[in-house]
């Protein structure tokens, strides 16, 4: 031990501390932090953002279709290698994503990451990972389409991302970054505060915080942007209001909100309660037709729903897929299964029901699903009461005309799965009355006609109110009247009256 040990303990940094253990500024190498930057797959070689409709080169670079063809129009070269490209050589890709909207591969469901070794398929434009293609395809020289069966060569295999090859995903060397050509302002990476440009490395746990939080401001500026186009009026605005001015008063998280404001009514809110006829409409099958009332006035949702499908033409050509006699016959399957179908909304909705409303009699048309609020476009049409499903599932309508048909279709054999043996396939559906349409232009005649009268009453209240001063003469003095002066007293004294004043006089008295 020498007699200088503790000689450096100082009690303030020095500058070679700071620098060298402290992560002050490095002296060399200063642009060492910005020579690789790298690229996460899933983003645009040119926009340097998530890609929505990604293609890419026969070398592996992959664009945003969007930002990759206004740039070959102006300039004709690879954005990254500075090489001659033109539109035609691009290649589509096709990624799959799970259930949690992340890109995996479709055959061993792996999720894609910084370092998955992932390919595509120049023939098909598909995307699986290295070790799919490697094990079902290389190893068995069976070169087809893991999806598609397509056949391929080996040459087609794309390498999309290789983590032992890195330098294709270093931005810094980008040819259109280090020449700064870019189409707009609005393709610069600079100029854009949604990337990772200024970041030096994006590890998995803070590209998950920061896509996050991108979704977060996406879905409040979506959410803004709806409260903005819905305005209240008389006809959407609820008795009770926001309660924004409680909510700031009591809360720091929420803006200070001074006034209050009547909260806006769901849109079907409003047009339900305007509802108070029925529907009407002809299910026409291949053994006749069924004539069909549906309750708009009390399940409002599902008859719409049904209404809907049937003037997108959903429900032309399918088939009844299941019939029991004595029960019911069900059908509203595309795939003719009994385990498809889609709401006119694609997702389930929820259960109507009515007290006053029963499975009860031949013909009633009620909505089949698989639970509770799981309503879809398969329905089912009954047979005989079976008042056993009520409140399980929503009756929406009745059969009125066309019960023969409904005779016809029972009277059909089936197999042991309950399936027709003989087809029964709906070939149309004609609306005869759709309620909401008349609902719908009613609101729409009278928001119109409330817009007209508010654009009268402001072009009215800007009009000035000053009273137009009448001419007797020209030059100057026209607004004067000359001859009421001449009639006039010269002396502009007006004559009074006199008032004569009442005395009382004692006399001698004579008179009492």
């Not at 035609?88 to 259930?99: D, E, G, V």
């Not at 879809?376 to 059969?399: A, N």
């Not at 349409?437 to 654009?455: I, N």
Request: positive net charge.
């Amino acid at each position: 031990m020498g007699k200088k040990q503790h000689q450096k303990d100082k009690m303030y940094l020095t500058a070679s501390e700071w620098s060298q253990l402290y992560g002050g500024k490095k002296i060399v190498g200063s642009t060492a932090g910005a020579e690789f930057r790298r690229l996460p797959f899933d983003h645009c070689s040119l926009s340097l953002q998530p890609f929505e409709h990604p293609f890419c080169t026969p070398e592996g670079v992959v664009y945003d279709l969007m930002h990759i063809v206004p740039f070959l129009k102006k300039y004709g070269v690879d954005p990254a290698t500075g090489k001659p490209l033109d539109k035609k050589s691009l290649i589509k890709l096709n990624f799959t994503k799970n259930a949690d909207g992340k890109y995996h591969c479709p055959v061993l469901f792996k999720v894609f990451n910084e370092n998955s070794h992932i390919v595509a398929i120049k023939t098909t434009g598909n995307i699986f990972s290295y070790e799919a293609i490697e094990q079902l395809n290389l190893k068995n020289r069976n070169f087809k389409d893991l999806l598609t069966d397509e056949p391929f060569t080996k040459n087609d295999i794309i390498t999309i991302q290789d983590p032992s090859n890195l330098d294709k995903f270093n931005f810094n060397n980008f040819h259109h970054v280090k020449n700064k050509m870019f189409v707009s302002e609005d393709l610069e990476p600079d100029q854009e505060g949604d990337n990772y440009r200024n970041l030096k490395s994006v590890n998995s746990v803070t590209r998950d915080v920061l896509e996050e939080l991108k979704k977060e401001a996406v879905n409040k500026k979506k959410k803004v942007k709806d409260e903005e186009k819905r305005k209240a009026d008389k006809f959407n605005a609820a008795h009770y209001s926001t309660g924004a001015v409680a909510a700031s008063s009591t809360s720091t998280a929420v803006d200070p909100s001074t006034y209050h404001e009547a909260a806006i009514l769901d849109e079907d809110t409003v047009r339900y309660a305007k509802l108070k006829k029925k529907g009407y409409l002809q299910i026409v099958t291949n053994l006749g037709p069924l004539n069909i009332e549906l309750h708009c006035d009390m399940t409002p949702k599902t008859c719409e729903n049904f209404i809907k499908l049937g003037k997108s033409g959903y429900y032309d050509n399918t088939i009844f897929h299941r019939s029991i006699k004595n029960f019911m016959i069900q059908g509203g399957d595309p795939t003719g299964t009994g385990n498809g179908g889609e709401s006119a909304w694609t997702k389930p909705f929820r259960d109507e029901f009515k007290p006053n409303l029963s499975h009860q009699g031949r013909g009633i048309l009620s909505m089949a699903n698989s639970g509770p609020n799981t309503n879809k476009s398969q329905f089912f049409i009954t047979y005989r009461s079976c008042q056993h499903l009520d409140k399980k599932h929503s009756i929406f309508g009745r059969v009125v005309g066309g019960l023969d048909t409904l005779n016809k279709m029972e009277k059909i054999e089936t197999d042991k799965n309950d399936k027709p043996k003989e087809e029964i396939k709906i070939i149309k559906i004609i609306i005869f009355m759709d309620p909401y349409q008349e609902v719908d232009d009613e609101l729409a005649k009278l928001r119109a006609e409330e817009k007209s009268a508010a654009e009268k009453a402001l072009i009215v209240n800007k009009e000035p109110k000053t009273k137009k001063l009448k001419t007797y003469h020209q030059g100057v003095g026209k607004y004067i009247n000359s001859a009421a002066i001449e009639n006039s007293d010269t002396d502009g004294v007006l004559d009074t009256k006199k008032k004569k004043t009442i005395t009382g006089k004692f006399g001698d008295f004579s008179n009492w």
